[in-house]
Every structure is written in C-alpha cells, then in structure tokens.
C-alpha cells in the first residue's frame, strides 16, 4: 500500500465535521462501500461504522414500511449536546497536595495567586502537576477551591499604566536640597544595596500618631516605625535609633534615602549628622513635587501596609509586636520582580558580598 493511501497512521482523535457528515450521507445515498467512503472521507472505516450508527434513524417510506438510514443533522446534534454537556476534568482534583499547599498559601500566609505558582516554581517544589497563574486565577473565579474567592485576594483588578513626565518643578519650602537629579546611576540602577525610600503614613484624622516607612530600593526590604507625630523630630529621632541599632554597620546599611517634599523631612541636614559623633552617617535626596512614582518601591509597600492598617486606623493603639508582624510578613513576600525570592533571602545574599553589589 502506498504511503497516500494509507488512511490508519495519523488519523487519531479527528472528529468528523458536519460538512464531512453531509459528504457520509451523500455517499451512502448513491450506495458506495464502505470502503470507498473511507478513502473518499479519509478516515477509518471503524469511524465511519461509528459514525453511521450514531446518526441512524428509522424512517417511514411511502409504502408505510420501515427502513434505516442515516441522516447528518441528527448525528451532528447529537455530537453538539455531547460535547456541550462533557465536563474537563481538572489538573487540581487530581493533586490534593497541591491544593493543600495553595489553600494554606493564599489563606494562612496571604499571599496572591502569582505569588503561590512562582514560589513553587523558584523553589522547584516537587507536585503530581502544576498550574500556572492563570489557571489558578480562573479556579478562584469559578469557586474550585472552596472557600476561596476573590474576597480573599489582596488586589485584584485590572490597573492602566500611567503616563509619567518628569517634573522641573522645584519646591520652593526646600529650595537649597539635594535633588533626585543628583542621584548618581550605582543608586538609580538599584544594582547596589543600600538605598533606601521613605516616607510617612497618616494614621487618624485630628490625631498626630502616625508611621514612619523605608523601603531598601534593591531588595525592598521594610522598616517601619510608630511615630508620636509627623514632625521633624520625630523623623529625626527614629532615624537616631536605627542609628543606634546597627552602630557602625549604619552607613553601609543606609547610603542614601529618598524622600519626598514633606514638612517632616525638611530637616534633611540633621538626619543625615551621625547622633554617635560629628560625621555625616548618609545621603538624603528629594523626589519632584508631586512625583510618588519616583518613589515607587515605598509607595507600593506603603499600599501593602494599608492591606493591614486601613486609614482612618488610630495608630496609637496598634502595638510595636503588630507592626513588627506586619514588617516580617512584607519582608518575606515572594515577588515576581524579585525572581519570586523574598526581601530577606536577598538581603541575606547581600550581607554575604561586602559591597552590597547585586549581579
């Protein structure tokens, strides 16, 4: 048998069409063999028996007798209503371990889809399958893992891009700082560890306590402090004690630190003056005005933060063993931008290279 004429290899799985169905009718109108139908049609003639019987019918002839034959509109429907009502069988219901491992993830440690399928991945964790985001996105949409839906997600919405321009404005409250401008490449790349934004949180209308944040720009690693109030002495008496926490090892831990125009941090001159002695422990440099995106790491964080202190939260009541909870929850994050590695595991890789230098 020629290669052309072989109708048995490569004919796995292909269903008959309803135009290949019309075709079967015709032919078997003008009485042709089985045989020359399957070469006609391309298929085996075991489908072709298969496919003659699902659409058989009995019909009445004029003499009011009995007789079969096969019609396509009948086996078609009958294909449609089959297809329509055959339900996928998923990849989740055949690894219990797996959905254990993702409900406790997005559950008990609160973290997002995305995050759950790249830890596993980045750790490469050992399943029976695996997902990816998506599909575990379209399992919480439609209700697959009980008691999870999208309530229990942290974020989940569609976000547009905005279009940033740079800003020339100066501000005039803090004219003779150092601007963003200055920031030499080693920080803008964040290739080196050691730099940090800052900002602070508000916490309830007509009360002065508040939160004092700082991101490491590399790592993004969180500090985060309870302040009385949103004055420079209050900035400046947190930063004295971390300058006091990590003594000498300040300066290489907090090169620089990027705030915005705040009144509480016009003070710069004074936190960048060691506590411990007369020397300058680090670099303060000051976004645009109204240009958050330049701090975008601490702005980000500081929306994670707000996950657990909603504004309007009466800062002062939250205790320092909340706030740390909440720190080590963000300092141990998997991120996507971080190669689903957390804050800490790359701080640890940086305290291991004198210079801080990332690759």
Not at 100 to 105: A, C, D, G, Q, V
Not at 111 to 130: T, Y
Not at 237 to 243: D, G, I, R
Not at 280 to 295: D, G, N
Request: proline content about 1%.
């Amino acid at each position: 048998m020629e290669q052309l004429n072989c109708i048995i290899k490569g004919l796995k799985h292909k269903h008959f069409t309803e135009r290949q169905r019309y075709k079967l009718e015709g032919c078997l109108e003008v009485k042709l063999s089985i045989r020359e139908i399957s070469k006609r049609l391309n298929k085996h003639r075991a489908t072709i028996y298969r496919e003659i019987k699902r659409g058989t019918v009995v019909r009445i002839s004029s003499e009011l007798d009995d007789y079969s034959a096969y019609r396509a509109n009948t086996a078609q429907r009958d294909y449609d209503n089959k297809v329509t009502g055959r339900r996928r069988s998923l990849k989740i219901e055949k690894d219990k371990a797996l959905e254990e491992y993702i409900r406790k993830k997005i559950l008990k440690d609160r973290l997002s889809p995305d995050a759950v399928i790249g830890r596993i991945k980045q750790r490469n964790l050992q399943f029976k399958s695996l997902i990816c985001t998506k599909t575990l996105y379209n399992y919480v949409d439609k209700g697959v893992f009980s008691g999870i839906s999208n309530t229990n997600l942290w974020e989940k919405r569609k976000r547009k891009a905005k279009k940033h321009r740079q800003m020339q404005r100066i501000c005039l409250k803090n004219k003779g700082c150092r601007s963003i401008e200055e920031r030499p490449g080693e920080i803008n790349n964040r290739r080196e560890y050691g730099h940090w934004e800052g900002d602070c949180l508000k916490g309830r209308r007509k009360q002065k306590a508040g939160l004092f944040t700082l991101t490491e720009r590399r790592t993004r690693e969180e500090i985060i402090f309870k302040i009385k109030a949103l004055t420079q002495e209050s900035i400046l008496e947190a930063m004295n004690k971390l300058e006091h926490r990590y003594k000498q090892s300040f300066r290489d831990k907090f090169k620089s630190i990027t705030f915005d125009n705040g009144r509480e941090f016009l003070d710069w001159g004074a936190i960048e003056q060691s506590s411990l002695n007369s020397q300058k422990r680090t670099l303060v440099y000051f976004a645009h005005p109204y240009s958050a995106w330049e701090r975008g790491s601490n702005e980000n964080q500081n929306r994670m933060i707000r996950r657990f202190i909603p504004k309007g939260t009466d800062v002062s009541k939250i205790s320092e063993k909340e706030l740390k909870t909440i720190e080590e929850w963000i300092n141990n994050y998997p991120r996507k931008i971080l190669g689903y590695k957390t804050s800490n595991e790359l701080v640890f890789e940086a305290t291991k290279n004198s210079l801080g230098v990332f690759n």
